[in-house]
């Protein structure tokens, strides 16, 4: 009975594996029992005559062999197991132009693989102990301020010397791309040092000092590099954001004198925001009029009313030599010229000619009297100071502080005492490294510090002494790298867990529960995921698993070309693209869709930017993003969003490769060959009157290239309507090449340009074809793609989770997650638990 | 030449073991993320007699003692990531197959001249750089992308009260070392592998910035020499007078021996629109489609580059050589090129490779390919730029053999 049991899962996954190859009709533990049986006399024969025709060693097409696979999987050829079951599943091989194979023969091939593939794995040691990794930059401020109960590593900019992250494929977290050198570790020690002492002071209380800032003393900064000419200052009771790229700030208080907390009230209002018309200015009407206010590298955004005096008040703990500064976050008035501010000034000069002739004139006859006059008086430096474009506008400041609620500071009396003494540095350090090491302290572990701290307080004195003991704790190994080995399974997992859901250490209470065997189970899991996306601490991850799966970084890499895109680049539309992203993925675990629908869904989430490239009228005049139902059947969903459409697009054109290329990797978890280092490759050339298809055909035509690009270009074609900023088109737009007569002048052509229609049809190895976009957006959700989608986002997840991409080996414990996702209508939120409970994430 | 030291008084010089030694030979390298638009980098004829291709022609002057490689590279394939190779011709993600990780020939030299200057090396860009300098242990170097931050970091001096903060900050850091520094010293010997080599990373870490900090206590006392910036910030910020007050930092770091390897970085983020007839992003210019005026832009930025790194020669030509004949520049190895052969191909073959000055028996244009017209293997080249180095080895990552200058 018990053997029973354990064969259940393999049916239904391989049951599930069938269904998809077409036998849906039979129940799947049916033909998991008949197939099991003929599974011990596995017919290679059936593959060797369906395949060695072309892959033998004479002729190898996709330079596959079948004598690779050998009698049975090995650690060299189990990546040559996986592809053959890939492909016989997907029908896209036997191709399907050149196949005699049965489905049931098929189904016959594909039990016979993936038994084999099943039984190789169950025998190899297949777990991988997580690889150990250093913190990355965003996870190590994250755990300093944990560490030390702060609400961030300050304001100071403290880890702005630390080297930045590298991605890799997308994801800032990765263990090859985390090592560790001389140089980070001296940028460590800089960096908690400055945090450090912004949170525990000692010596005297500095005194509170009083502010009252009038806008004759709100200054604009510089744009210049040699500042100096030119400080403009508040003027008649008010100080005005004429020029959305400088930033105001106060000429009493340009910094903070002292850390500490400071009250900081702010007198402001929105001004002129209906007078200029929107489409000159990028400003939509519906949009608030806001103010940013930036506290060194710590930043709050207020939505000011219009026309009405509001007060800003912030109580904030700021770090000594912050910069107070304040910003006109905008993204409008760029639309002119080239983009540069100064160009907008011209929109003031036309809108008064128009609506306030009398201005107008009053204005003119001035600006004639200038002795340099040049050019018309319309030009953008004589209309400066008439600019009336929606902005903040600011009337004063009242800053108090450093103002203290007790001293020493309650934040360091939590920290470390409130008269702490060298001579109890043990009992003072071990809860901190505690935290920070995310396990017990052990035994002496501490003495070497400890004593540190002993000999340093004769010259330093008790507190500093003590400082140098958290510094020392926080540049320990035990605090930069995570996912050694050396520490006991439930820590360890609490702490995985914590940095993947959280991207900081765990806190005390994850921790007992994972100790007290609370979340050994998989409905535990998803208890337990629930309730942190529910409790709102997971932004971090809800922001930066998609950023990297997606690899939203690269958007701009090759941005649209900046002369033919321009509402792209003036309204800097690339960050509303990145933004689509992260708010339908924050969606989709919000309300816990089943992952398909990131592909299925008639919906996404634009505005009033996005609308103008996607083709879509009714939607509010402003910036924010809303769900929206697409009708056309040509977006909705990743496959139409802006993003991915962008970053995998040249800046003039569009290639359907780089395209293919993304789907397979990122959607499909295909990871096609690149091509041989000594192919020749023709670089595009739009000049010519070709279609990229044209162009393509001829490349397939060559035998070397033939076989990867059947299996690639399908995955492409269909977003050819799309154009390179994502936007729909028809016809591709072609510059004329001129013909060039006998002596090889160019003969005159009446046309810049001519239009070729755009065809956006292919046909897959395994038959299917589709015409266009809306036919491709079914095929992508046939049973296997979808699988084959689910599963790679669950490689995806466990890439980020462990720093370290699934190998091979992993094949069938990822499939044991996808089966569990599929039990639950493959909802995120119980694939992302699978995933954790998977034994790829818990280890052994 | 205005502005360092005067053109009568010999520059201050920053390492005492130089004087009376055999002369210093320095290692300038000078890269890009995209490579060069080949029909415009490379010249159409061989040899020493050959014609300056287009974008090359700001080097004219300089022809005698250039030598520009065709057909060689890396053997990588296609795509953008490989230019991280550029130095080692290892990628990051094998480096583990190599005894030295995926260093990089700056690095390697850095390693035998480091000893004797206040810098071992120095790897700038502007912005951002090009991942360029590696070091033994696989690790990316550290950047400095800010002209400004480079002029403190060479030749900002400190008051009395500064040295004896940085004094009393090396010990309390070199305390915070000893303290922490083998907390895992047992894992090693009983853990796991992976484990052990992170550990070790650390542990190696600890080590290097140990004899870091005992270095830099040495330079503390020591007045560094005095470069005046002033000139270079008059006008408008450019890219131009950037990269100008970068070269010209570097090259006095040169003349005063405050150290002998350098990378300079041409990133891809930098708004080359400074640059005249460049409307558009550096990037998106490699994907030309083979329009002419998209490539003319390309070529533009190209010989934008090449132009700084002219300059920069120059100005290493006008310095005598103390103790030696010939220029600076007879005795600075400068290397430029990319890991990138060219981006609107993605190609990372046939990669543009150029050295200048340090005193070789210069070839002009050379087809490296062997007999049966295989491509050179980049690490040849840089084998016999270690050579010239004195340091004594046989092989350098992928290298098959070394390359041979002229010899008469």
Redesign the interface.
């Known amino acids: 009975m018990r053997e029973f049991f354990e064969t259940v899962p393999t049916l239904t996954r391989l049951g599930r594996r069938l269904n998809r190859v077409g036998l849906m009709m039979i129940p799947c533990w049916v033909m998991g029992l008949t197939l099991l049986g003929g599974i011990v006399l596995a017919d290679q024969a059936l593959m060797k005559e369906h395949c060695f025709d072309c892959h033998n060693a004479d002729k190898a097409k996709g330079k596959f062999e079948l004598g690779f696979l050998g009698e049975a999987p090995t650690s060299d050829n189990l990546d040559r197991w996986l592809d053959c079951l890939d492909l016989v599943t997907a029908e896209e091989m036997p191709p399907e132009d050149d196949s005699h194979l049965v489905a049931l023969d098929r189904t016959k091939i594909v039990a016979y693989l993936d038994e084999k593939v099943r039984r190789f794995e169950k025998d190899a040691d297949f777990t991988e102990?997580p690889?150990?990794?250093?913190l990355n930059n965003r996870e190590f401020s994250n755990s300093v301020r944990d560490v030390l109960m702060i609400e961030d590593v300050g304001t100071h900019q403290p880890t702005d010397n630390l080297?930045g992250d590298?991605l890799h494929h997308g994801f800032d977290n990765h263990a090859?791309?985390l090592?560790?050198?001389?140089?980070?570790?001296?940028?460590y020690?800089e960096a908690v040092r400055k945090i450090v002492d912004a949170t525990i002071l000692s010596g005297e209380k500095p005194e509170s000092k009083r502010y009252e800032i009038a806008p004759e003393n709100i200054l604009r900064s510089n744009l210049?590099?040699?500042g100096g000419r030119n400080i403009q200052r508040g003027k008649d009771g008010v100080f005005d954001f004429l020029d959305p790229r400088l930033f105001g700030y106060f000429e009493e208080f340009v910094t903070a004198p002292e850390t500490g907390r400071y009250k900081i009230t702010i007198r402001c209002t929105g001004k002129d925001r209906l007078i200029y018309d929107s489409a000159e200015t990028g400003f939509y009407d519906g949009d608030p009029i806001q103010l940013s206010v930036h506290l060194g590298n710590r930043v709050r955004m207020f939505d000011l009313p219009d026309e009405e005096i509001f007060e800003i008040e912030l109580d904030e703990w700021v770090a000594a030599g912050s910069r107070l500064q304040m910003h006109n976050p905008t993204d409008a008035f760029r639309m002119k010229g080239n983009g540069n501010f100064k160009f907008q000034y011209a929109i003031g000069a036309f809108h008064t000619q128009k609506n306030n002739p009398e201005k107008y004139a009053e204005r003119v006859a001035r600006i004639k009297k200038s002795p340099r006059l040049k050019g018309s008086v319309n030009r953008w430096p004589y209309w400066v100071t008439a600019w009336e474009g929606a902005r903040p506008q600011v009337f004063g400041a009242v800053i108090e502080g450093p103002y203290f609620e007790s001293w020493p500071p309650k934040r360091q009396v939590a920290l470390i005492g409130e008269d702490p003494k060298a001579e109890n540095a043990a009992a003072i350090l071990e809860p901190i490294a505690n935290r920070a090491w995310r396990r017990p302290v052990r035994e002496g572990?501490l003495d070497?510090?400890v004593?540190?701290v002993e000999?340093?307080a004769k010259t330093l004195g008790d507190v500093e002494a003590i400082k140098?003991g958290i510094?020392?704790?926080l540049?320990?190994?035990?605090f930069?790298?995570l996912n050694?080995?050396?520490i006991a399974p439930a820590d360890r997992f609490a702490s995985k867990l914590s940095y993947f859901l959280e991207a900081t250490l765990p806190d005390d209470e994850l921790r007992e529960k994972v100790s007290a065997g609370e979340l050994a189970s998989f409905d535990a899991c998803r208890t337990e995921v629930m309730s942190k996306f529910d409790d709102g601490v997971s932004d971090e991850f809800l922001r930066e698993f998609p950023y990297g799966w997606l690899e939203l970084n690269d958007i701009?890499?090759?941005?649209p070309?900046?002369?033919h895109y321009l509402h792209y680049h003036k309204k800097r539309v690339s960050e509303d693209m990145v933004n689509e992203v992260l708010q339908f993925f924050r969606h989709a675990v919000e309300e816990n869709i089943p992952i398909p629908e990131f592909l299925s869904a008639d919906y996404s989430f634009i505005n009033a930017d996005l609308a103008k490239i996607y083709g879509v009228e009714d939607v509010p005049d402003d910036s924010q993003l809303r769900k929206y139902v697409f009708t056309d059947g040509r977006r909705g969903g990743l496959l139409g969003m802006g993003a991915f459409l962008t970053s995998t697009a040249?800046?003039?054109?569009t290639s359907p490769i780089h395209r293919a290329v993304y789907v397979m990797e990122n959607f499909m978890g295909i990871h096609p060959t690149?091509?041989?280092?000594?192919?020749e490759?023709?670089?595009?050339?739009?000049?010519q009157a070709k279609t990229i298809k044209e162009i393509l055909a001829a490349h397939v035509s060559d035998e070397n290239c033939a076989s990867c690009h059947e299996a690639i270009d399908p995955w492409g074609f269909a977003f050819e309507n799309f154009d390179p900023t994502g936007a729909w088109r028809d016809e591709y737009l072609v510059?004329v090449v001129l013909e060039t007569d006998e002596d090889g002048a160019p003969v005159p052509s009446s046309k810049n340009e001519v239009t070729i229609p755009i065809d956006s049809s292919a046909k897959f190895r395994n038959g299917s074809e589709y015409q266009d976009i809306r036919e491709f957006r079914r095929e992508i959700l046939t049973d296997t793609n979808r699988d084959r989608f689910v599963r790679c986002f669950i490689e995806k997840l466990l890439t980020y989770a462990n720093g370290a991409e699934p190998g091979e080996l992993d094949f069938v414990a990822i499939d044991a997650i996808l089966t569990k996702s599929s039990e639950h209508d493959y909802r995120i939120v119980e694939t992302i638990a699978a995933v954790v409970d998977s034994p790829l994430f818990r280890g052994k | 030449m205005k502005g360092i030291g005067g053109a009568l008084s010999l520059p201050f010089l920053e390492s005492t073991a130089f004087a009376g030694q055999k002369t210093a030979t320095r290692f300038l390298v000078v890269g890009n993320p995209f490579g060069m638009h080949p029909e415009h980098f490379f010249p159409k004829d061989f040899g020493k007699e050959f014609t300056m291709s287009r974008t090359l022609k700001s080097l004219d002057w300089v022809k005698d003692r250039t030598t520009i490689f065709s057909h060689t590279d890396h053997?990588?394939?296609?795509?953008?990531g490989r230019e991280v190779a550029f130095l080692s011709g290892v990628l990051?993600?094998e480096a583990l197959a190599f005894p030295e990780k995926n260093m990089s020939v700056d690095q390697a030299v850095a390693r035998h001249t480091g000893a004797q200057v206040r810098y071992p090396s120095l790897n700038v860009g502007l912005k951002n750089g090009v991942?360029m300098s590696w070091?033994s242990?696989?690790?990316?170097?550290?950047l400095i992308t800010d002209p400004k931050r480079l002029f403190d970091h060479l030749f900002q001096n400190l008051t009395a009260k500064e040295k004896q903060e940085r004094r009393e900050m090396i010990a309390?850091?070199g305390?915070?070392l000893?303290?922490?520094g083998d907390?895992?010293a047992g894992?090693i010997k009983s853990?796991?592998k992976?484990?052990a080599?992170?550990?070790d990373?650390?542990q190696?870490?600890?080590r290097?910035?140990e004899t870091?900090f005992a270095n830099r206590e040495q330079w503390i006392g020591r007045d560094k020499p005095k470069f005046d910036i002033s000139n270079h910030?008059?006008g408008?910020?450019t890219i131009e007078s950037e990269y100008n007050a970068i070269f010209d930092m570097i090259s006095f770091a040169f003349e005063s021996d405050l150290t002998r390897v350098a990378t300079v970085a041409f990133p891809?983020e930098l708004g080359y629109t400074d640059v005249p007839g460049v409307?558009?992003?550096y990037?998106?210019c490699t994907?030309?489609?083979?329009?002419d005026d998209?490539t003319d832009e390309l070529v533009a930025i190209e010989s934008f580059q090449i132009s700084q790194l002219s300059r920069c020669l120059k100005k290493l030509d006008s310095i005598q050589e103390p103790n030696a004949d010939g220029s600076m520049l007879d005795h600075t190895v400068v290397l430029f090129g990319s890991g990138m052969g060219?981006g609107?191909?993605?190609?990372?073959?046939d990669l543009p490779i150029m050295v200048a000055g340090g005193g070789f028996k210069h070839l002009g244009h050379v087809d490296t390919r062997n007999d049966a017209g295989e491509n050179m293997p980049l690490c040849n080249l840089y084998l016999t730029l270690l050579q010239r180095f004195g340091i004594e080895r046989d092989e350098f990552n992928t290298s098959t053999s070394n390359f041979e200058f002229g010899d008469a």
């Open positions: 102990a690889k150990p990794r250093r080297i590298s090859d791309m090592g560790f050198s001389r140089f980070h570790l001296e940028q020690i210049k590099q040699n572990e070497k510090i004593a540190m000999s340093k140098e510094v020392g704790i540049v320990s190994p035990a930069l790298m050694l080995e050396d701009n890499f090759m941005g070309d900046p002369e040249d800046s003039l054109a690149p091509p041989p280092p000594d192919v490759i023709k670089e595009p050339d739009v000049r510059p | 053997n990588m394939v296609s795509g953008h990051p993600t991942r070091t242990n696989g690790v990316e170097n550290e309390r850091n305390s915070i000893d303290s922490v907390q895992f894992i853990g796991s992976t484990d080599e992170r550990i990373q650390y190696t870490s600890v290097e910035l870091t910030y008059n408008d910020v891809t409307t558009r992003s990037h998106g994907h030309n489609g083979k329009m998209v060219y609107g191909t993605h190609s990372n073959r």
